[in-house]
């Protein structure tokens, strides 16, 4: 049974910064490509990054390019999302998935299988 647990949220003034984290278990997690995805209040998923199995493929959503990174750590079966110079359009739900093969996530597959979610707030 796949649980991802996400931690690290919190509320930060614009241009400060969260580590998030994700732990998994249920699953062989190194052989999984893994993603950030994130809700803000009223809207839509919206992925945020994607780190294939060995990471060493990642992409970021425009959005948040040069301002996060996503890393992945095999022995604590955990992947990280870095954010930094935070901005008030960041606050959201922030879920970590697992993708379905050792690739990025896709459509609706990039927030099927994702943990409970951590809270960003960002505002002044």
């Known amino acids: 049974q796949v649980q991802l647990v996400e931690s690290g949220g919190g509320s930060v003034q614009p241009g400060g910064s969260l580590r998030l984290s994700c732990v998994a278990t249920?699953?062989?997690?190194?052989?999984?490509?893994m993603n950030w995805v994130r809700q803000a209040p009223g809207k839509g998923f919206e992925w945020v990054s994607s780190?294939?199995?060995?990471?060493?493929?990642?992409l970021y959503a425009n959005a948040v390019k040069g301002r996060f990174t996503i890393s992945r750590d095999d022995a604590k079966n955990t992947v990280y999302l870095q954010m930094k110079r935070l901005k008030v359009e960041d606050t959201a739900v922030y879920y970590c998935?697992?993708?379905?093969?050792?690739?990025?996530?896709?459509?609706?597959?990039?927030?099927?299988?994702r943990g409970q979610g951590t809270q960003v707030t960002v505002s002044s």
């Open positions: 780190i294939n199995r060995g990471g060493d493929g990642i």
């Open positions: 998935s697992k993708s379905s093969s050792q690739h990025f996530c896709s459509g609706t597959g990039c927030y099927a299988d």
């Open positions: 249920g699953f062989n997690f190194n052989d999984y490509g």
